[in-house]
């Protein structure tokens, strides 16, 4: 609920921004709310590189192998978690 309750608040927060530039230059709010975008995307790609490389799949089909009795290492740590949490938000 607390990740739910983030995101919300940051999107809000986003979009209030870019509603406040686009009024006196709509090219500059374009620019914030593509770079809002690259920002997000960079942060989750560095999150997945140096903290976790596990979280760089959906998870799905590491939790089906992993319910099916193969051991996959480093798949249900809190590194893996913070990783897939942060890079969501």
């Known amino acids: 609920a607390a990740m739910l309750f983030m995101e919300a608040r940051l999107a809000t927060m986003k979009f209030a921004l870019v509603w406040l530039v ?41 939790m089906k192998a992993y319910l099916n009795g193969n051991s996959i290492p480093g798949f249900l740590t809190q590194r893996t978690w913070l990783a897939r949490t942060l890079g969501l938000v």
């Open 22 to 62: 686009y009024r006196s230059s709509p090219v500059l709010a374009v620019a914030i709310f593509l770079g809002y975008g690259v920002l997000a995307a960079l942060a989750a790609a560095l999150l997945v590189l140096y903290v976790s490389p596990r979280a760089a799949s959906s998870g799905i089909p590491d």
